[in-house]
């Protein structure tokens, strides 16, 4: 077993990246003792703390509320050279500090395909028409006074872990798996809508678009939309954030995050798919011979360990929880077995209910770290059989050219003084 570290392609980040994500990770990475005086005793207890001697701001203070100030790290981040510029760009989660499987509303990822728009909701329309008997115009008030659901689903983009086709390229968790969140949302089945138009016999596709600057558009199986696609207003119980469509999105559960169609403005039924830019010389998968895979919407099963990892690694030897996510498109996790000897050897992990379709599934195991160097990684398998790939297996199947749908086993490099890398196994 050869190991490629990912090591020599920090080159490729640039000085100005080295230095954000040096400052980023600098906290977390420096496992040796502290200079100068000892670590101070802790406040309590049984000390008094000076928090504790006095009153502290009342109710309302922060008529909204905040993280505390301890915490201002625990943010997104981009990647600067990965785009032109970040009005069409991508922003990361931090998983590495999160502790359940919803994403906090400031936290969950961002795709921009033309910036942020600052949509009214009062002169916002939803417009539906094609091949339908009704063509509707609907406000905002329209939408909501429809009969609503609320259910969890995470959202990835399909890009995620692309960086890493060819080889470990960011030893960073946030930056090789940061484009998936996962919310609580609430709205309107969009087959609810759907029989209010009155669908035509001949429809077979549908066409979503959003209200951003670029247009961004998507075209989907009809049977899909049917299924179980939701027209949403609310995340995590508060409206959208304009960041995550504000006041109104698509979303299709277990599919490609770029088909959830933010700021949704239209809806059109065709017969046949509209083959847009997006769907075209986008969001399509380069095969080794050249040809591309087209509409490949499936979000394959998927998993990573959350902790350790490079921004999180081991201070000493000792009993330890290794922690991660698990997830698939194609229904409900079933299984996720961990490997501390590099896929030697495996052991199934606990699975944090609620396990649910669709949605984010937190997996725990106990782990006592004995100071040995170790490679980490996770494996799951969901409800239909379906068994998450290495890379060597994805990449007899795909080559190295493509950009998406990479979700292949992540393997952590676990050093002796406890410091963690991204690597890859061949």
């Known amino acids: 077993m050869s190991l490629l570290s990912s090591t020599g392609a920090h080159t490729r980040l640039g000085r100005r990246s080295l230095l954000g994500l040096g400052a980023a990770l600098t906290g977390s990475l420096a496992l040796g003792p502290k200079q100068g005086n000892a670590e101070p005793s802790p406040a309590s207890p049984p000390a008094d703390a000076p928090w504790s001697q006095s009153i502290g701001p009342g109710v309302v203070d922060r008529p909204y509320g905040r993280p505390a100030d301890t915490e201002a790290g625990v943010i997104r981040r981009n990647v600067p050279w990965l785009t032109a510029g970040t009005e069409s760009s991508i922003s990361f989660s931090p998983l590495q500090d999160l502790h359940g499987i919803i994403t906090p509303n400031g936290l969950f990822f961002e795709r921009y395909h033309a910036g942020r728009p600052d949509v009214d909701p009062e002169q916002h329309r939803l417009m539906i028409h094609g091949l339908v008997e009704r063509p509707l115009l609907l406000s905002m008030k329209d939408i909501v006074r429809f009969p609503s659901v609320t259910r969890i689903h995470f959202i990835e983009c399909p890009a995620n872990g692309g960086m890493e086709w060819r080889a470990a390229q960011l030893n960073s968790l946030q930056f090789n798996h940061g484009m998936i969140s996962c919310a609580e949302w609430t709205g309107v089945r969009l087959s609810t809508l759907l029989e209010e138009v009155g669908i035509k016999k001949e429809a077979k596709w549908v066409m979503v678009e959003g209200a951003d600057g670029a247009h961004m558009n998507r075209s989907l199986p009809l049977d899909k939309c049917l299924d179980d696609c939701l027209v949403v207003y609310a995340q995590n119980g508060e409206a959208l954030r304009p960041e995550q469509g504000y006041p109104l999105r698509l979303v299709v559960p277990g599919w ?109 195991i106990p782990w006592r770290w004995d100071g040995a160097p170790a490679l980490l990684e996770s494996r799951v398998i969901d409800e239909t059989g379906y068994v998450q790939p290495t890379i060597a297996q994805l990449r007899k199947q795909r080559g190295t050219n493509s950009v998406y749908h990479n979700n292949s086993i992540q393997t952590w490099q676990v050093k002796g003084d406890g410091s963690v890398f991204d690597v890859q196994l061949g």
């Open 256 to 364: 490609e995050g770029n088909v959830s169609i933010k700021w949704l403005r239209r809806i059109k039924l065709g017969d046949k798919p509209w083959h847009s830019r997006e769907e075209t010389s986008k969001y399509t998968d380069l095969m080794p011979d050249g040809t591309s895979r087209g509409f490949t919407w499936l979000i394959d099963a998927k998993s990573v360990i959350t902790f350790p990892c490079p921004e999180k690694p081991l201070d000493r030897p000792g009993l330890y929880e290794i922690r991660g996510l698990a997830w698939t498109g194609n229904g409900k996790v079933k299984r996720v077995d961990v490997s501390t000897d590099g896929g030697v050897n495996w052991q199934s992990a606990r699975l944090h209910e609620p396990v649910l379709s669709k949605a984010l599934t937190k997996f725990t």
